[in-house]
């Protein structure tokens, strides 16, 4: 069965200090890797597809890596803007839906 | 440009009655996903659409619930004889496939959603 995990479920940062979040994942043929940013009242908000290991992806103070078995999502030097939930999730070759983690809620203190 | 939209963002129901949720997703996209979002938790697909046709319609929890998209562009999702664990947050997707080296890719984007609580 393809699942997705995260963790940590929560995880509270000071402005400027880096942490990492991680998504383990199993799934019978992985078509991509999927970032999104949700904040309270939103849709969650695409940032990166990453399809094969060693693959990585930047976009302001956030990088994702990926290897076969879980992707992480590198924060550096955090601001309060940064504060939301980050989801990951899955495509399978076999269909086209995502299969989603539940999530880590990051608030990041100023 | 403009993103996926859905209305309404807000429905409140009694238990026992219809609803419809409607979405218009971003234009030129052939591909169309519901999706719903229970507090604390990651969305959970629903069914998806590649142009008219429902390609998907797997993740639907029961024969109440039921979504069309009749011209390749907006859809709705209708919900019969509602029950308190239908309320939930209700997504929609669009994406643009794409080939590349042989292989689909595609990007979906999400729209605010609808949150529905049934009573």
């Known amino acids: 069965e393809d699942q997705v995990t995260q963790s940590p479920e929560a995880l509270r940062l000071q402005e400027g200090e880096s942490s990492s979040l991680n998504c383990s994942y199993t799934?019978?043929?992985?078509?991509?890797l999927f970032w999104y940013r949700q904040d309270p009242g939103k849709g969650p908000e695409f940032l990166f597809t990453?399809?094969?290991?060693?693959e990585e992806k930047e976009k302001e103070r956030l990088k994702a890596t990926l290897t076969k078995k879980e992707s992480f999502l590198h924060i550096t030097a955090p601001k309060p803007e940064d504060s939301a939930t980050y989801l990951c999730a899955v495509q399978a070759h076999s269909n086209y839906q995502l299969i989603w983690g539940a999530g880590t809620k990051l608030i990041i203190k100023p | 440009g403009a993103g996926v939209s859905q209305t309404p963002s807000n429905k409140v129901t009694e238990k026992g009655k219809y609803v419809e949720l409607r979405c218009d997703p971003i234009s030129g996209h052939t591909a169309l996903y519901w999706y719903r979002q229970s507090l604390g938790q990651g969305p959970e697909f629903l069914i998806y659409f590649q142009g008219t046709g429902a390609a998907d319609d797997s993740g639907l929890p029961n024969d109440r619930f039921f979504a069309v998209r009749p011209e390749g562009s907006v859809s709705t999702l209708k919900i019969q004889r509602t029950e308190r664990g239908d309320s939930a947050v209700y997504l929609c997707a669009s994406s643009l496939t794409k080939t590349s080296g042989g292989e689909r890719k595609e990007t979906q984007y999400f729209g605010p959603g609808t949150r529905l609580l049934v009573l």
């Open positions: 799934v019978s043929g992985l078509r991509g």
């Open positions: 990453l399809y094969s290991a060693g």
